[in-house]
């Protein structure tokens, strides 16, 4: 994808510099993101970040509507463009962090030379942040040649998404290109990533007299700690897996 199919027709280096002036204002919306608990199923802070995400949308002319994310606590927002061009384009990110009640007071953001520190503001407060004012700064370029887009914020993805996936699933269907701003392990884009997942292991065993006949018995709770340790063993830091 060329470079002027989301920066409009502006030279690479005046788009830099646009960006560069935006910096001071992209950091203090992560301070306000930040200084906020908003740890998977905290229902004040979600409800808190929650309200000012839907009015940064709209003030930047999205059409916004929320449902909750059930059984998560917190909404799935959605705010949609419409530009006059014919593709369409996802940008998702998560507003919920894994950090407990009253650390934002403990450890509010902050700024030491050139890094950022906080609750949550890497993952995924400093992404909440671009999207908004990636949007603004296209906004200022009167930048209209796609056909939608769309902007997700879920407040469940630190626990697997059980309230959201469903959402994020219809709408990367709908749409050409997809976004994350969930950080990457370096500086770079990354293009495909492992997912996540759960089971449930179900282990049987047979009664038998402890006393008269133990060995015509079988412990269920023995031989769910031999495949508990097999498992284990299914993790590969080669593949980027772990169990």
Known sequence: MATSAMAADLPADQLLKQAQAEQPYYLATVRQLVDVDTGTGQAPGLKVISALLVERLKALGAEVTTTPAEPSAGDNIVGTFKGSGTQSF?????????????TAAKRPFRLDS??????????????????????????????????TLTVLFNPDEETGSSGSKKVIAELARQHDYVFSYEPPDKDAVTVATNGINGLILDVKGKSSHAGSAPEAGRNAAIELAHQMLQLKDLGDAGKGTTV
């Open 90 to 102: 996802l940008l998702m990110v998560h507003y919920d962090t894994v950090f407990g009640p009253g």
């Open 114 to 147: 050139e890094r950022a520190y906080g609750p949550g503001v890497a993952d995924a407060k400093g992404g909440v942040a671009m999207i908004l004012h990636s949007l603004k700064l296209l906004q200022d370029q009167k930048f209209k040649a796609f056909g």
